[in-house]
């Protein structure tokens, strides 16, 4: 089955203890990317990825991380995590850049820092 | 850029009552358009999309969207709500310019009356 698997579900965290939210696909996607959901302001990207080892930042990169060191997982990182981060997050990937406007999404990740 | 906006954050409609949501966007080429849906606790799922041809697109679950470029607008229909069909709706836009990103409205919230 075709999917995007995001660890772990729900994360509740202090101030400032690195944390790492994983996101895995299973159908050989080019183009991968991360959004937070916040009330009132829809879906923000952070960051996104065209391929392996090519990132890019989003709309809201600050205080966030990623990597893409292999073509099915795209982690994202937060060093230093604050309240302002408490959010849902969400990761996607898409088969091409040309098709990145169809992205396929995991479940979601309910962070909440303290 | 592209910009997309949906003017209604909440929706109340009484199941089997039918529906419009609204979608508006602005963008100066033809674009990309397309409607999500996230019920609760899950991720966001494609419910239909227009790229070009036939401006009245099918999606799933029986909903539909017309695209009407001189009201800049495209909205999603259904002509009997279930109660089933209560979730947040985005509409998103997008272009086949590599530097553009997709970009997502702020959603609407669509409750059911029994």
């Known amino acids: 089955e075709a999917q995007v698997t995001q660890n772990p579900r729900y994360l509740i965290t202090v101030t400032g203890k690195k944390l790492t939210v994983t996101c895995s696909q299973n159908?050989?996607?080019?183009?991968m990317s991360w959004y937070r959901q916040d009330p009132g302001l829809g879906l923000r990207q952070i960051y996104y990825?065209?391929?392996?080892?090519?990132?890019d930042k989003g709309d809201v990169p600050e205080g966030y991380k990623v990597s893409r060191k292999e073509k099915r997982n795209f982690p994202l990182i937060l060093e230093s995590p604050s309240p302002n981060q408490t959010s849902l997050y969400f990761c996607?990937?898409?088969?091409?850049?040309?098709?990145?406007?169809?992205?396929?999404f995991g479940a979601g990740t309910r962070l909440s820092v303290l | 850029a592209q910009s997309v906006t949906q003017p209604d954050i909440h929706i109340t409609v009484s199941e089997g009552a039918s529906l419009e949501l609204r979608c508006n966007y602005s963008?100066?080429?033809?674009?990309?358009l397309f409607w999500y849906v996230q019920s609760p606790g899950q991720g966001l799922q494609l419910l239909l999309k227009?790229?070009?041809?036939?401006?009245l697109v099918q999606g799933i679950k029986g909903f539909e969207a017309e695209f009407k470029r001189s009201q800049s607008s495209f909205n999603l229909r259904k002509p009997s709500v279930h109660w089933s069909d209560a979730a947040e709706y985005f509409c998103a836009v997008g272009t086949l310019n590599r530097d553009d990103k997709i970009i997502f409205g702020k959603g609407t919230r669509l409750h059911i009356l029994p």
């Open positions: 990825s065209m391929n392996v080892e090519v990132t």
């Open positions: 963008y100066g080429a033809t674009p990309y």
């Open positions: 227009y790229f070009s041809g036939d401006t």
């Open positions: 996607a990937s898409s088969s091409d850049l040309l098709a990145k406007n169809i992205q396929y």
């Open positions: 159908m050989n996607h080019e183009y």
